[in-house]
Each structure stands twice: as C-alpha cells, then as structure tokens.
C-alpha cells in the first residue's frame, strides 16, 4: 500500500433524528509514514463533518489524529498505522493501533528545542476527557475520548432544532 492509500470501512450512524443517540463506526489504515499524517487527519475531519459534529469537535479531532499518527511514525516502527473512530451516545472515541514497539528514536532524547517536541501527550489530554496508553509485545493501541457538546449540527439532544434565541422566555 502507499502512503496515500487509505482503506476504510464504515458502519452508518442510526437515529438521524437524535445526533446525539447516533452510532457510527469508520476506520482507516495506511502506511506508518509522514505522509499518512493529513491523509488520516483529513479522513479524521471529513468523518467528523459527516457525522454533523461541531467544529470545536472537528479540530480537537484534528489535533488528536495528528498527534498519535505523529507519534506512529516517530517512535513505534511499524509499517502501518490503523485509525478507528466511534461516534456514541455524547461522546468519540479515537483509537490509533500500530503494530510496533515504542521507542525513541536516537537524538532525539533531551533536546534543545523542548518547545516543539514531547508535548503530544500533554495536548491531547487538554481536549480530551480520557486518554489510554496499551503497549503490547504486538503493537500498541492508543485511545482518547472526546466528549461531545449538547448541541450537535444545531440540533438539541431530542433531535429538534433548538428554539431562536428571540423565543425564549426572559
């Protein structure tokens, strides 16, 4: 596969009529290289814009696949890199699984430009409500929850749209 190739598969969201009672399911994989970074950070966000999630929802995404795919290519040695997305009852789930061991690569230890690098993990807790870390002897699996806001595509957790601002009640 190259780089650029992306295999996805996608289960598709129920309860159009409740965003947030929808399920979905969507997967990408593709080979463990920089330039599989905007591919699955694109796939990442088109899902996300399908589904009709907010855009603060879209770019914490954004940020999440970009940092664990960086951290993909950078430290686990893996020829590829499988992203998973779950779409479930107020909240996303962001799996990325490589069939790698965790490592640092040389020189790249204590480093002078600390503001640039090492600070993925710390990132991706800021936007996220959970972050897991499972290091196996056959890759390792990474998970962040994303939890999502009431309001979905303009839409309330009933499904209706919300009232205007100028018809509630003071």
């Given at each position: 596969m190259i780089a650029t190739d992306?295999?996805?598969?996608?289960?598709?969201?129920h309860s159009e009529d409740c965003p947030l009672q929808r399920r979905a399911v969507s997967a990408a994989s593709a080979?463990?290289?920089?330039?599989?970074?905007?591919?699955?950070r694109r796939h990442a966000r088109d899902e996300a814009r399908?589904?009709?999630?907010?855009?603060?929802?879209?770019?914490?995404?954004?940020?999440?696949?970009?940092?664990l795919v960086t951290n993909v290519v950078l430290h686990s040695a893996s020829p590829d890199v499988t992203?998973?997305?779950?779409?479930?009852?107020?909240?996303?789930t962001v799996t990325v699984r490589d069939n790698g061991q965790w490592s640092t690569p040389a020189g790249m230890?204590?480093?002078?430009?600390?503001?640039?690098f090492g600070r993925g993990f710390t990132l991706i807790e800021a936007v996220t409500t959970r972050l897991t870390v499972a290091r196996t002897r056959t890759g390792n699996w990474v998970t962040a929850e994303l939890d999502l806001p009431l309001e979905v595509?303009?839409?309330?957790?009933?499904?209706?749209?919300w009232p205007a601002e100028s018809s509630l009640p003071e």
């Amino acid at each position: 596969m190259i780089a650029t190739d992306v295999v996805k598969c996608e289960v598709p969201a129920h309860s159009e009529d409740c965003p947030l009672q929808r399920r979905a399911v969507s997967a990408a994989s593709a080979a463990a290289l920089p330039s599989s970074v905007p591919v699955l950070r694109r796939h990442a966000r088109d899902e996300a814009r399908r589904w009709d999630l907010s855009e603060e929802v879209q770019e914490s995404l954004t940020l999440v696949v970009s940092e664990l795919v960086t951290n993909v290519v950078l430290h686990s040695a893996s020829p590829d890199v499988t992203l998973l997305l779950k779409l479930g009852p107020g909240v996303l789930t962001v799996t990325v699984r490589d069939n790698g061991q965790w490592s640092t690569p040389a020189g790249m230890g204590v480093r002078e430009d600390a503001d640039c690098f090492g600070r993925g993990f710390t990132l991706i807790e800021a936007v996220t409500t959970r972050l897991t870390v499972a290091r196996t002897r056959t890759g390792n699996w990474v998970t962040a929850e994303l939890d999502l806001p009431l309001e979905v595509g303009g839409r309330s957790p009933t499904g209706g749209a919300w009232p205007a601002e100028s018809s509630l009640p003071e």
